[in-house]
């Protein structure tokens, strides 16, 4: 609606700093749906925790952080994934793909290709 050349909807400079963060989120969460015949959950607890989606895929559950930028930190995830070793997270951002052992990340672009 408010007719920002697509090129523009990320870059900070422009006002959307605040909600580049949620804009991704939305973002993520269409990809997740038009690749998935599954529910996308969301988990949060009393501790703050916060999972951005749990997905099953096959008969694994995975929790996945989506990044606006390639800020690599994941709080959330790491504890969510330490208190449950069976679990492999996923990140999808701006960084490059990156296997871990606990976590892959999955640039933004290739979210419809890695499933």
Known sequence: MSET?????????NGMKESKGAFTENYV???????HDTSVFYY????????????QHGNKI?????????????????T???SHPEIHGLRF???DYREQD???NVPLYAITSYF
Do not use: G, Y
């Open 80 to 82: 969510f994934v330490t």
């Open 5 to 13: 050349p697509p090129e523009k909807l990320l870059v900070a400079e």
């Open 29 to 35: 969460m269409s990809q997740l749906a038009a690749t």
């Open 102 to 104: 606990w976590m892959t």
């Open 93 to 95: 951002s701006m960084s």
């Open 44 to 55: 949060s607890n009393d501790a703050k925790l916060e999972i951005d989606f749990l997905i």
């Open 62 to 78: 995975i929790p996945i952080e989506a990044k606006a930028e390639e800020n690599l930190r994941a709080k959330s995830l790491s």
